[in-house]
């Protein structure tokens, strides 16, 4: 069946968000907070392992800091404060065009937008992150390109659970094999393939080694005429460059996903 909707992941897949972006807008709410941690690359890598910013500092306390208790108020509200700066602090990171779209993303989306394919995104970021960054490397107008935003806390588990992927198909009123997901990594791959959808992944610095049990294909970018992408498993005939046709061809060899996968 050909498909009808991509569904984007934004984290490590749009654009390079994590080390350089979403991390010092982290150790920034930290400083301005008085608090003395500090999340290097490497640990930071560990910490990716838990989708949600919220979630992550949560996290991060629960296994480094385990004795620090707010001065005043709960915890939670604690969290969703510090949460609330560094996402303030992203947000400019983002204005000061910080951070591009990865190769390949442009031209995906203005050819799946020209043969008439519908645009969604699936991310664990915060909604404010996702206009932000869209504004900032395309521009105002490309925020309606996406019929669904679904971002966030939006739904009440975040990937590896399905449902984000589960809201968004809903939102297009579209099923799983009229649709393909793709993503960065296997919180994301797991939640969409347990949404019943075929998944591509583009791989970056911190997944890499990720095991991406039976992605649709993995290549390391979309690739670009004078960037090729490499394909790391699944159809060879995807490369130089992911496009739609070329998907369309290819996923029509694909068998639909089974309820159990
Ligand atoms: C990646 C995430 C997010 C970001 C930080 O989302 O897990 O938590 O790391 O953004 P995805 P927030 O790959 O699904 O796009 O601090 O806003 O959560
Ligand atoms: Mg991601």
């Known amino acids: ?22 991390r010092p807008a982290f150790n920034m709410s930290f400083a301005e907070a008085g608090l003395d941690w500090y999340w290097s690359p490497e640990l930071y890598g560990e910490l990716l392992s838990v989708t949600g910013g919220k979630e992550r500092i949560l996290y991060y306390l629960g296994h480094h800091r385990p004795e620090f208790r707010p001065e005043q108020g709960a915890l939670e509200e604690f969290v969703a404060g510090l949460h609330r700066c560094k996402t303030r602090h992203y947000l400019e990171l983002l204005k000061h065009g910080e951070i591009p779209l990865r190769p390949g993303v442009t031209r995906l989306l203005n050819e799946a937008r ?7 995104i699936a991310t664990t970021t915060t909604p404010e992150n996702v206009t ?25 588990a975040k990937k590896p659970a399905p449902d984000i992927y589960l809201y968004a198909m809903a939102q297009l009123g579209l099923q799983p094999e009229e649709c393909l997901a793709i993503e960065d990594s296997d ?29 649709f294909a993995i290549v390391d970018h979309l690739g670009e005429p004078e960037n090729p992408c490499h394909v ?17 061809a290819s996923l029509m060899t694909q068998r639909p996903l089974s309820h159990t996968a």
């Open 187 to 215: 919180n994301g791959l797991i939640a969409a393939r347990t949404a019943r959808l075929q998944t591509l992944i583009t791989v970056n610095d911190y997944t890499r080694e990720h095991e991406f049990a039976e992605a």
């Open 1 to 22: 069946m050909n498909i009808k909707a991509l569904i984007f992941d934004v984290d490590g897949t749009l654009a390079d968000t994590e080390r350089d972006g979403h």
């Open 114 to 120: 020209t043969s008439g394919l519908r645009l969604a």
């Open 232 to 248: 790391l498993s699944g159809d060879a005939g995807l490369s130089p460059m992911i496009t739609i046709d070329a998907l369309q």
């Open 132 to 156: 932000g960054l869209l504004r900032s490397t395309l521009g105002e107008d490309a925020i309606r390109w996406f019929e669904v935003i679904a971002a966030g806390d939006v739904v009440p």
